[in-house]
């Protein structure tokens, strides 16, 4: 699986969007982009994932740039609680649903 | 979405003892379960997967007589770790994979953490 850079932290205003930015120019053309985040002492929550059109649900929005090789994860009104380790995954489908984790960027919220 | 559970939540044991932790998936089920290990301000790392009716595969550098793993029902993996030391006190997570129908995703439990004295 291609490897991802993720900056190592971030900080966001509360109510402001979060955008935290990864890089993984080296990903394939069948390679997903996944996101998922670990709040302290807890599991990863899965967040969204995508191939190479944006996509959006209730909790994000993925933006991949049409190259591929990078993409954001975009949290529109950031709160106290959206503060956590947010981690970029790149997986392919022969993988056997494997997630490697990097290191992740740590996002903190500030009130 | 789906939802996975680990047993227990936080365990502290003796050095040469042995420590066994449930993963289960409530509301689905799942022929493949991973066990992660998380030390302290660092990422996951991935120890094993486990399939249902057969043995583990464990990745490179994680022994595995010392952590055993069984994934005997479709809904239930176990991970041992036999003779523990204060050097495996970690985070241990482990995560389902749902798959099917168009989908295939992976959930994780919520985390056990071992402290062995």
């Known amino acids: 699986d291609a490897k991802t850079t993720q900056p190592p932290s971030m900080d966001c205003a509360e109510g402001r969007a979060a955008n935290l930015p990864c890089n993984h120019s080296t990903i394939s053309g069948n390679e997903y982009v996944y996101w998922y985040r670990q709040i302290h002492s807890q599991g990863p929550q899965y967040i969204i994932h995508?191939?190479?059109n944006n996509e959006t649900n209730e909790m994000a929005s993925l933006i991949i740039t049409e190259d591929r090789k990078s993409s954001t994860l975009i949290l529109p009104h950031a709160t106290l609680r959206d503060t956590a380790v947010y981690y970029c995954i790149v997986r392919s489908e022969t993988s056997g649903s494997r997630l490697t984790f990097g290191e992740g960027t740590q996002l903190t919220v500030n009130p | 979405g789906a939802v996975v559970s680990q047993h227990p939540s936080r365990v502290i044991c003796k050095s040469g003892t042995s420590v066994k932790i449930e993963c289960r998936s409530l509301d689905f089920q799942a022929t493949t379960m991973f066990w992660y290990r998380q030390f302290p301000k660092k990422s996951l790392m991935l120890m094993a997967t486990s399939n249902e009716g057969s043995k583990a595969t464990y990745e490179q550098g994680v022994e595995k007589d010392k952590f055993l793993i069984n994934h005997a029902s479709l809904t239930l993996s176990t991970l041992t770790v036999t003779s523990a030391h204060p050097e495996d006190s970690s985070f241990y997570i482990c995560?389902?994979?749902?798959w099917g129908q168009g989908s295939d995703e992976q959930y994780f439990g919520p985390g056990t953490r071992l402290t062995v004295t």
């Open positions: 995560s389902a994979r749902a």
């Open positions: 995508g191939l190479k």
